[in-house]
């Protein structure tokens, strides 16, 4: 079955309802909300570790899911960063809008930068990760600089963190990502050059990222001129 779920083996009935309560009790196998409980109370390292890889095989069902943002969304400090990783871990929530919808709001909503890096990470290789490229936290930038995949969704906020300045390293990240750039994106991404203000160094450096062949041919097309 899943983690989450407080099991309780089936027992004949006892005739005596104290001794019945008991016997529940004592069946009851340890929960999510226990096992994070324990992670966060482990003092020992390797135990720790042990408690972590066990969170880590144990798929969450659907209510296991919301738990996990319940604790995310209150509990705060260890508690919501071991569930913001559980559910960047486990991603069956990623099958439904609603299920991304709920995320970014816990990923918008989270004051813990940690907490916020987690939930970015847990959007991986999906184009909602852009919209945190720009975060004042460098370590969320970087996360969803990583998460963030090329697409015709995503070149808008991508140029818009390169034309504004962001950090560094993040701009490093980008800049590696738009080297491998589809070339059937190259004309778009260059359409959109025309849309906004940028300062030569920045420009030069874009060009300089960019798979210089789709380039080359790009500025070779006379069948489709582009509109710049």
Same mark, same amino acid.
């Given at each position: 079955?899943?983690?989450?779920?407080?099991?309780?083996?089936?027992?004949?009935?006892?005739?005596?309802?104290?001794?019945?309560?008991?016997?529940?009790?004592?069946?009851?196998?340890?929960?999510?909300?226990?096992?994070?409980?324990?992670?966060?109370?482990?003092?020992?390292?390797?135990?720790?570790?042990?408690?972590?890889?066990?969170?880590?095989?144990?798929?969450?069902?659907?209510?296991?899911?919301?738990?996990?943002?319940?604790?995310?969304?209150?509990?705060?400090?260890?508690?919501?960063?071991?569930?913001?990783?559980?559910?960047?871990?486990?991603?069956?929530?990623?099958?439904?809008?609603?299920? &991304?919808?709920?995320? $970014?709001?816990?990923?918008?909503?989270?004051?813990? /930068?940690?907490? =916020?890096?987690? *939930? %970015?990470?847990? !959007?991986?290789?999906?184009?909602?990760?852009?919209?945190?490229?720009?975060?004042?936290?460098?370590?969320?930038?970087?996360?969803?600089?990583?998460?963030?995949?090329?697409?015709?969704?995503?070149?808008?906020?991508?140029?818009?963190?390169?034309?504004?300045?962001?950090?560094?390293? &993040?701009?490093?990240? $980008?800049?590696?990502?738009?080297?491998?750039?589809? /070339?059937?994106? =190259?004309?778009? *991404? %260059?359409?959109? !050059?025309?849309?906004?203000?940028?300062?030569?160094?920045?420009?030069?450096?874009?060009?300089?990222?960019?798979?210089?062949?789709?380039?080359?041919?790009?500025?070779?097309?006379?069948?489709?001129?582009?509109?710049?």
């Amino acid at each position: 079955m899943v983690m989450d779920m407080r099991h309780v083996r089936n027992e004949e009935a006892a005739s005596d309802a104290t001794e019945t309560v008991n016997a529940v009790e004592a069946e009851r196998e340890p929960g999510l909300v226990d096992w994070v409980e324990a992670c966060v109370d482990a003092s020992d390292p390797a135990e720790k570790a042990r408690l972590i890889t066990h969170l880590r095989f144990c798929v969450p069902s659907y209510e296991g899911i919301s738990l996990l943002r319940g604790i995310v969304s209150s509990a705060g400090g260890a508690r919501a960063l071991i569930a913001a990783q559980l559910l960047g871990h486990h991603r069956p929530w990623l099958s439904t809008v609603a299920g &991304v919808r709920q995320h $970014l709001t816990l990923a918008r909503q989270s004051q813990a /930068p940690a907490v =916020v890096a987690a *939930l %970015v990470w847990g !959007l991986r290789q999906r184009d909602e990760a852009a919209e945190f490229i720009m975060h004042t936290d460098y370590a969320v930038a970087r996360e969803a600089a990583l998460a963030t995949p090329v697409s015709r969704r995503t070149l808008s906020p991508i140029l818009a963190g390169l034309r504004a300045g962001i950090r560094p390293e &993040v701009e490093r990240i $980008l800049l590696h990502k738009l080297h491998q750039i589809h /070339p059937s994106l =190259v004309r778009y *991404l %260059v359409d959109l !050059l025309v849309e906004g203000s940028w300062g030569e160094e920045a420009l030069r450096g874009l060009f300089a990222s960019l798979p210089q062949m789709a380039l080359f041919e790009l500025f070779l097309d006379t069948r489709h001129p582009a509109v710049w």
